[in-house]
C-alpha cells in the first residue's frame, strides 16, 4: 500500500509528523512525503525536529502570495508528484490552503483521500477564513474521515456523510506534544530563560488571525498591558507573527514594558516547553486549545467562535471574544481566584490520549 502525506505548513507538520512516523514502521504501507511549503522556514523548523526529509518539496512559498496563488501553485506540483507516484491515499491534515489543494489534486487523478482532524466546524464560512471553507470542501472530496471527537463525528453526520466512512481517532497534536516536551528544558532565547517560572504568573500570548487584526488586537493587547500594570507578578510572553500588522499593534500597545517580553516566532519545540512553563495561555489559535489541556493551563480563546468547542464543554478553555472587558475580567479572575483556576488547570482533556497516529494507520491498513 503507498500513502503519500501532503502538508505545507507548521501545523500541518506538528500533526502529520507523528503519523509519518508510524507509517514509516509499517512494513505494509510504503510512504511518500511531499510538502508544499506554504510556509517555509516554521515548516523547516518542525522536519528537523521530527527527523522528517520529504520525498518531494514543491517550495512555493512566495512573501505577500495570495490564496489564489497558493492553491494554483499546490495543485499543479502537486498533480505532477500524484501522478508520478500513483498513491493509493493521500492523507491531508487541518483545514490550510495546501489541504484543499492537495484534496483536489487528489481527486482529479481519482486517488483515495484520507483527511486527517476532519469534521471540525466554527458555522461561519468566513471566520476563520480561509480555513472553515478549506475543511468543508475538503470533506466534500475526502473518502476517510479521521474525526478527533465525538462532537467532530457528529458533525459530520448532520452534513451526511457515510457513518462507514467517519473514525473518531483523538487528535495527533497530543501525539507530537508528548515527543516535543522535556523536563528542565533550557531556552537558546536566554531572556526567557532568566524568567522566573516559579513565582511568576507567565501568560503566553499568541494572536495573528486576520480577523483580528486592528481594534479587535488593539483591545487583547491593551486588557493585557493593563492586567500586568494590577499585578506586579504577572509576566507576558509574546512570540509575535512575522505579519508587520500584528507587530505594528504590538509595539503600539506594550511599548516598552519590561515584564511584556516581544519575541521572534519560536520553533515548535521550544514553544510547547513555553505552555508548559506558563501560567495562562490567551490565543486566537486553534491548535493551542487542544494541546493546553495536557498541560494543564487555562486557555482564553479571544475569538468570537471556535470549530473546538469540546475544550470550552469540558472546562479547559473559556472562549471570551476580543473585547477589553471580557478579557480583562476573565484573566482578572484566573490570577485572583485559585478555586476558578483549578477548575480550568484540573480539567479533563477532551482530545485524546497520544495514540491518534496508530489509530489512523491501523484503519488505513484494515481499508485498503
Known amino acids: 500500500m503507498k500513502v503519500m502525506c501532503v502538508f505545507g505548513t507548521r501545523p500541518e507538520a506538528i ?208 486588557a493585557i498591558s493593563d492586567i500586568v500594570k494590577k499585578y506586579e507578578d504577572v509576566e507576558v510572553v509574546f512570540p509575535m507573527h512575522l505579519n508587520p500588522k500584528v507587530r505594528d499593534v504590538a509595539y503600539k500597545v506594550f511599548g516598552d514594558n519590561s515584564r511584556i517580553h516581544l519575541i521572534e516566532p519560536l520553533d515548535y519545540e521550544p514553544f510547547t516547553n513555553l505552555m508548559a512553563k506558563c501560567h495562562i495561555i490567551v490565543t486566537d489559535s486553534g491548535g493551542l486549545q487542544e494541546e493546553a489541556p495536557t498541560l494543564g493551563k487555562p486557555v482564553l480563546v479571544v475569538r468570537e467562535e471556535t470549530e473546538r468547542p469540546e475544550g470550552v464543554e469540558a472546562g479547559t478553555a473559556k472562549l471570551v471574544g476580543t473585547s477589553y472587558d471580557s478579557l480583562y475580567e476573565n484573566l482578572d479572575l484566573l490570577l485572583s481566584n485559585e478555586a476558578e483556576y483549578d477548575k480550568m488547570a484540573k480539567a479533563v482533556n477532551p482530545y485524546g490520549d497520544g495514540k491518534a497516529s496508530e489509530r489512523i494507520v491501523e484503519i488505513l491498513l484494515e481499508n485498503k
Open 15 to 222: 500533526k502529520m509528523a507523528p503519523i509519518v512516523k508510524v507509517l514509516k514502521k509499517e512494513p505494509e504501507i510504503e510512504t511518500i512525503v511531499c510538502v508544499t511549503a506554504q510556509h517555509r522556514e516554521m515548516l523547516d523548523q518542525v522536519l528537523s525536529l521530527f527527523n522528517i526529509v520529504p520525498d518531494y518539496d514543491l517550495n512555493i512559498f512566495k512573501s505577500g502570495q495570495s490564496l489564489t496563488e497558493i492553491t494554483t501553485k499546490a495543485i499543479i506540483g502537486l498533480e505532477e508528484v500524484i501522478i508520478k507516484e500513483k498513491p493509493d491515499v493521500l492523507l491531508v491534515q487541518g483545514d490550510t490552503t495546501t489541504v484543499f489543494a492537495g484534496a483536489l489534486a487528489a481527486f482529479y487523478q481519482k486517488v483515495k483521500i484520507g483527511h486527517v482532524e476532519a469534521g471540525l466546524r466554527s458555522g461561519n464560512l468566513y471566520s476563520p477564513y480561509p480555513e472553515e471553507a478549506n475543511r468543508k470542501l475538503t470533506g466534500i472530496l475526502a473518502n476517510y474521515h479521521f474525526a478527533p471527537t465525538e462532537r467532530n463525528r457528529q458533525n459530520l453526520l448532520k452534513e451526511d456523510y457515510p457513518e462507514e466512512d467517519i473514525f473518531i481517532t483523538g487528535n495527533t497534536v497530543i501525539d507530537a506534544l508528548q515527543y516535543a516536551i522535556k523536563e528542565d528544558y533550557t531556552f537558546n532565547i536566554q531572556e526567557l530563560n532568566d524568567i522566573d517560572y516559579e513565582s511568576k504568573n507567565v501568560i503566553l500570548l499568541t494572536s495573528h488571525r486576520r480577523e483580528n487584526i486592528g481594534k479587535p488586537m488593539e483591545n487583547i493587547f491593551s
